[in-house]
């Protein structure tokens, strides 16, 4: 892939630090430049060496750039597309890594200048850490990557983006943002939720039992924390923003959780033994597919 010229991060945190890594391993672009908002940031990204400059203003960072990518929570979309876009070159490519995709599609959309080439992403990685601290290269190594291109979008700059992320080690998938948004909705935003509440339900335990499940926390707890320790704001804005995918998921989760209710009250393992192996099934193949 011929590297692009520029490569503008808005936002260095986990994922925008991430690419910027494995974007200067691979020698992905002439040139790193990130903006954050917090000059603690600024100096981290630039301490770190992951990027050539590092910006106050996103538009200061789009400014001149062939591939800009939002990496910040998608709540602030609207607004720093809006920013960016009177120094949009014609030509550059514009994407994101949101965990949503209809949203984004909304909020940027209608500022993208003639000419700019959108195209929505969402890599399908990450941990509970934020910050340019906790990125790494190998972050995308494996991983799908969704680009969610509208229809009638360019196919050279589809084409360069698609290399960008398999540059970066990632499987690449297109898709509907709708169909995105759904399957998500079940695979990263309920598990959340559930984490969320799971955890919240622990908090508000009387004093003596709180301090029991800390103890013994590896029956399964644990797990739930890892999740539920992942970044606020950010989670915020997914919910908010995929509203209607999450709440049809949510509701289909409640009338599974009362059958399980229902099976636990009148003693019916049979139910609960069946749905145990099916579901013992799908982690077997997330194993086969790598994905674990
Ligand atoms: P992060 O580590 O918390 O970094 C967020 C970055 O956005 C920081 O540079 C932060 O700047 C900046 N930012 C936050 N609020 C802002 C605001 N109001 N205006 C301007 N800049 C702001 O976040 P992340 O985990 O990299 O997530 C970034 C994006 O990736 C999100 O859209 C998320 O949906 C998506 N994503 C995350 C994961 C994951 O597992 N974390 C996976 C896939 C996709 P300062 O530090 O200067 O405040």
């Known amino acids: ?17 991430s690419l910027a890594r494995v974007a200067r391993r691979a020698g992905l672009a002439d040139e790193i430049v990130c903006s954050s908002r917090r000059e603690e940031t600024r100096e981290k990204a630039l301490a770190l060496g992951i990027v050539d400059h590092a910006f106050a203003s996103a538009a200061d960072a ?14 602030t979309y609207a607004d720093l597309s809006a920013e960016i876009a009177p120094v949009l070159e014609p030509g550059a ?12 599609v909304r909020d940027i959309g209608p500022n993208v200048p003639d000419g700019v080439h959108f195209i ?16 790494f290269a190998e972050l995308f190594q ?75 926390s590896a029956g399964g707890f644990r797990d739930f924390t890892r999740i539920a320790a992942s970044d606020p704001v950010m989670w915020r804005d997914i919910f908010l923003d995929n509203r209607e995918a999450v709440l049809e998921m949510l509701g289909r989760f409640s009338e599974d959780l009362a059958y399980l ?31 674990a």
């Open 62 to 75: 789009a400014r001149g750039a062939d591939l800009v990518l939002f990496c910040t929570p998608v709540g």
């Open 261 to 291: 209710q229902r099976a636990i009250r009148w003693g019916e393992g049979d139910k609960l033994h069946e749905l145990f192996t099916r579901t013992r099934a799908i982690r077997r193949g997330i194993i086969e597919a790598r994905q």
């Open 142 to 216: 494996g991983r799908w990557c969704i680009l969610t291109p509208p229809p009638g979008a360019d196919a050279d700059a589809i084409a360069r983006l698609r290399a960008f992320w398999e540059a970066a080690g990632s499987e690449v998938v297109e898709m509907d943002p709708a169909h995105h948004d759904k399957v998500l909705a079940i695979t990263s935003h309920l598990p959340h939720l559930i984490a969320y509440t799971i955890v919240g339900t622990a908090t508000d335990l009387e004093e003596s039992l709180r301090s029991e499940v800390i103890k013994y």
């Open 1 to 17: 892939m011929a590297p692009f010229r520029r490569l503008a991060l808005i936002g260095i945190g986990l994922i925008g630090s």
């Open 93 to 104: 490519i514009l994407s994101d890594v949101g965990s949503v995709k209809q949203a984004v």
């Open 120 to 135: 929505p992403g969402h890599p399908i990685a990450g941990t509970e850490h934020s910050g340019p601290e906790s990125g």
